[in-house]
């Protein structure tokens, strides 16, 4: 559900007058149609949708300066739109207004093999973009369980089950191309790995949701192939162990690719959605290892001492292409699995991320109170970050029930917070955490505020989130 | 020689009244003196001092805040203060004002052995915190050439010989505390890994150089102390081929800690000043490796092979810690030897930081401009990154010497940006790269200054400096 945010909506003249304008100059790709409007008034989220006025669909960064130009100019609010796969309410139009769809800036500009980094239009999806570098033993690591598309990913700052050793949006984008909420365009960043030339706009707008302009182009870090990959799972009978052996990993500086916790009801639900009829319903790690064929040896090695030593069962390998994509996609299905628990359910998912020492602590404080709630909360976690989803499976037609939802979600959220740790580590804040938000901001929130007026003085750039009030 | 920036200096009432207030409050840790003025108002570049009209030692947080706010009220500008060894004029006083020294806000406040992080003051200095760390098994990689303080490394994005595997102050820092240009204390960052929670505060302060408000405290990565070192150097006959064989070695992904390179000229000051007879004036590879037994082997066979092909020498390696020490502190005392080879000369020392495709391009156009100039230009080079440093040794005394200097330090800088890189890849822009960082950030400059505005209205965070006019 949408918080009231209190804002009125853009003046339905002006909306109606920059609605015919967009439609003389732009013609099909404006839609005003009720489905339309309403696919793009939402992400994954819980709630209804807030749809915006009218879609356009732009196709290059050009369209995009010339559309917001002509939204500054009537103060109408706009949303930029990729995949629709958010989980925070970052795209609903609370105040109505232009859902600039950017799903046709398709194109991937450039590769540079030797420099490993690559160009992209923000509409370009994680999928399409490593199905191209396939045949170049080049990847790009980062993969939130949806096909996001590329800009979504950097205005969330998403990351994934690759970012233990990979980073996040943040470490892995170069530069930018920006619309700013005047319709200028500016480019921001560089090619060089490194660099001291002035404030770190490229920064600025990761993780801006959208609020401060439209990312229309990115520069990306890419990644060799590691010559040799190595899958495994590793089952725990003891929840707490099964954490606390990630947290030792981690500790050890064991440069894991990915590291990822799944609980006894979340297992339940990959195995029955997945078919993984070889596994047991229990607290398991799915692991992943990168690099040279000794290195990949000397890792799992030390991984599998460490388990050993916190009761983890043997492991099972997949080394072959094939059994690692399915190990996979079990794991990237986990959400559909979980919400084929229960069909028919809302879902809210909570994404507290905490300092290493705490997480057992989170883990088990969350999976207690999910107890407690009634609800069926399965947990997954890239938990080498820190950082653990609860999916809080509830009746969405019963207003109690979402409300209880809510405040669970707002619990664990807060815990995280009380530890040193974030209310979110990779799904931003949107409008589903502003209230939460305000409580970890402080007085940064001010600061913030402070920039957004100075860089879209009308507030027409995706009003009424990522800033507390 | 710091441009002519056209700025007015602060109303000498308002000084005069600000300086009587702070020596009320302060007492001697306030000083007018000549000498202190002078000693405040440069950094380690070339260059008359410009001095400020008075030094306020702080020693907390809270004091930072107090002083800046009386700056503030009379619009006097505040300059902070670290170990004075920046290099692009960051610390002269151009409207004169307050020099704000933090060297008394020295303490380590927090180590989280656990979650590899620790909480620091301003003032301290890399060596200060790696010395205290040496006894729990983890360090602190960043290593700019002097001992610098924190709090001005976060301040100029500085990095070092470690930053092709660590990262730079971008990557490592967590979180600050920071007084802005109205005298608030707020806090940005937390302990977790990772966070989508709002605006990236933390890395808009990292790199502003004093001009967005005064870093106070830093919470920053720490890493465990691996479980081997092997430093090594390899010399090589040809130039192009010592830069090239790095090239390879980061476009494989070989995950080496350091690789540094030196020209003829810069070696031959190296054997001179840190008494290296065993070696020959030759390019030269300085290399670390750090991991696990099996790991570290591993490298160094990646690197042997890439380097064999390429027509390096025989490795002489370090594996002790004096062997090493004595190696990487010649490598750090590089600027002083360097400076020994003309006694009394100035040094102007360029920043370039290029894709790897293009270093060795880079490279040796610029070796070819350096000898053409007549001036001794020994080059130094944190070639991983692919950033190198051309020092330029002039007689500082001749106009048309220090002009042409200075010429020469320019072409160099535009010419890595006309390749896609940087003209600054860790030092910053503060005085002396304004003319080059207006070309190299275009549109984006102007960003940045709608930000510098909303956050400094009255300009006196480090005034004249990072943004071009």
């Given at each position: 559900?949408?918080?009231?945010?209190?804002?009125?909506?853009?003046?339905?003249?002006?909306?109606?007058?920059?609605?015919?304008?967009?439609?003389?100059?732009?013609?099909?790709?404006?839609?005003?149609?009720?489905?339309?409007?309403?696919?793009?008034?939402?992400?994954?989220?819980?709630?209804?949708?807030?749809?915006?006025?009218?879609?356009?669909?732009?196709?290059?960064?050009?369209?995009?300066?010339?559309?917001?130009?002509?939204?500054?100019?009537?103060?109408?609010?706009?949303?930029?739109?990729?995949?629709?796969?958010?989980?925070?309410?970052?795209?609903?139009?609370?105040?109505?207004?232009?859902?600039?769809?950017?799903?046709?800036?398709?194109?991937?500009?450039?590769?540079?093999?030797?420099?490993?980094?690559?160009?992209?239009?923000?509409?370009?999806?994680?999928?399409?973009?490593?199905?191209?570098?396939?045949?170049?033993?080049?990847?790009?690591?980062?993969?939130?369980?949806?096909?996001?598309?590329?800009?979504?990913?950097?205005?969330?700052?998403?990351?994934?089950?690759?970012?233990?050793?990979?980073?996040?949006?943040?470490?892995?984008?170069?530069?930018?191309?920006?619309?700013?909420?005047?319709?200028?365009?500016?480019?921001?960043?560089?090619?060089?790995?490194?660099?001291?030339?002035?404030?770190?706009?490229?920064?600025?707008?990761?993780?801006?949701?959208?609020?401060?302009?439209?990312?229309?182009?990115?520069?990306?870090r890419l990644f060799g192939v590691p010559e040799r990959i190595t899958s495994g799972l590793c089952q725990f009978d003891s929840f707490t162990n099964?954490?606390?052996?990630?947290?030792?990993?981690?500790?050890?500086?064991v440069p894991v690719a990915r590291i990822e916790f799944l609980d006894t009801l979340q297992m339940q639900a990959c195995i029955a959605y997945s078919?993984?009829?070889?596994?047991?319903?229990?607290?398991?790690?799915?692991?992943?290892?990168?690099?040279?064929?000794?290195?990949?040896?000397?890792?799992?090695?030390?991984?599998?001492?460490?388990?050993?030593?916190?009761?983890?069962?043997?492991?099972?390998?997949?080394?072959?292409?094939?059994?690692?994509?399915?190990?996979?996609?079990?794991?990237?299905?986990?959400?559909?699995?979980?919400?084929?628990?229960?069909?028919?359910?809302?879902?809210?998912?909570?994404?507290?991320?905490?300092?290493?020492?705490?997480?057992?602590?989170?883990?088990?404080?969350?999976?207690?109170?999910?107890?407690?709630?009634?609800?069926?909360?399965?947990?997954?976690?890239?938990?080498?970050?820190?950082?653990?989803?609860?999916?809080?499976?509830?009746?969405?037609?019963?207003?109690?029930?979402?409300?209880?939802?809510?405040?669970?979600?707002?619990?664990?959220?807060?815990?995280?917070?009380?530890?040193?740790?974030?209310?979110?580590?990779?799904?931003?804040?949107?409008?589903?955490?502003?209230?939460?938000?305000?409580?970890?901001?402080?007085?940064?929130?001010?600061?913030?505020?402070?920039?957004?007026?100075?860089?879209?003085?009308?507030?027409?750039?995706?009003?009424?989130?990522?800033?507390?009030v």
């Amino acid at each position: 559900m949408s918080p009231d945010t209190g804002l009125a909506p853009a003046s339905g003249d002006a909306v109606a007058s920059l609605v015919e304008t967009l439609k003389a100059r732009f013609g099909e790709r404006v839609s005003t149609a009720q489905a339309m409007r309403d696919s793009h008034g939402r992400g994954e989220g819980a709630g209804p949708p807030a749809a915006p006025d009218a879609v356009v669909f732009a196709q290059t960064t050009e369209e995009v300066a010339e559309i917001v130009a002509l939204c500054s100019q009537r103060r109408v609010p706009v949303i930029p739109f990729g995949a629709g796969s958010s989980l925070e309410g970052q795209l609903d139009a609370v105040r109505g207004g232009i859902s600039l769809d950017l799903t046709g800036l398709d194109k991937i500009l450039e590769v540079n093999a030797e420099d490993l980094d690559v160009k992209v239009e923000a509409g370009v999806t994680r999928e399409q973009l490593n199905a191209h570098l396939r045949d170049q033993g080049l990847f790009f690591p980062l993969d939130p369980g949806a096909n996001a598309t590329l800009g979504g990913m950097a205005s969330t700052r998403a990351s994934g089950t690759n970012a233990v050793r990979y980073g996040t949006m943040r470490e892995v984008t170069l530069g930018l191309t920006v619309v700013t909420a005047s319709g200028e365009i500016v480019t921001t960043g560089g090619r060089a790995r490194k660099s001291s030339a002035g404030y770190d706009l490229t920064r600025l707008f990761v993780g801006a949701e959208g609020t401060l302009g439209v990312i229309t182009e990115l520069r990306l870090r890419l990644f060799g192939v590691p010559e040799r990959i190595t899958s495994g799972l590793c089952q725990f009978d003891s929840f707490t162990n099964a954490v606390e052996a990630v947290s030792a990993v981690i500790q050890m500086g064991v440069p894991v690719a990915r590291i990822e916790f799944l609980d006894t009801l979340q297992m339940q639900a990959c195995i029955a959605y997945s078919k993984l009829d070889e596994l047991a319903a229990k607290p398991t790690l799915f692991l992943e290892f990168h690099g040279s064929p000794a290195s990949v040896d000397d890792q799992i090695e030390q991984v599998r001492e460490i388990f050993d030593a916190m009761g983890g069962g043997a492991f099972s390998w997949a080394d072959k292409e094939e059994d690692r994509s399915r190990l996979w996609k079990a794991r990237h299905d986990a959400y559909f699995a979980a919400r084929a628990l229960a069909p028919g359910t809302q879902s809210i998912v909570t994404d507290a991320c905490v300092p290493i020492s705490r997480l057992a602590e989170a883990v088990e404080a969350a999976a207690r109170d999910g107890e407690k709630s009634g609800f069926a909360c399965p947990i997954v976690g890239h938990v080498g970050d820190g950082n653990f989803h609860v999916m809080i499976l509830h009746d969405g037609e019963d207003p109690d029930a979402a409300k209880r939802a809510k405040a669970l979600s707002d619990r664990i959220a807060r815990r995280a917070v009380e530890m040193g740790g974030t209310s979110t580590g990779e799904h931003g804040i949107g409008l589903n955490k502003l209230a939460v938000a305000r409580e970890e901001l402080g007085a940064s929130a001010a600061l913030m505020r402070t920039i957004k007026d100075a860089l879209d003085p009308h507030s027409i750039m995706n009003p009424g989130k990522t800033l507390p009030v």
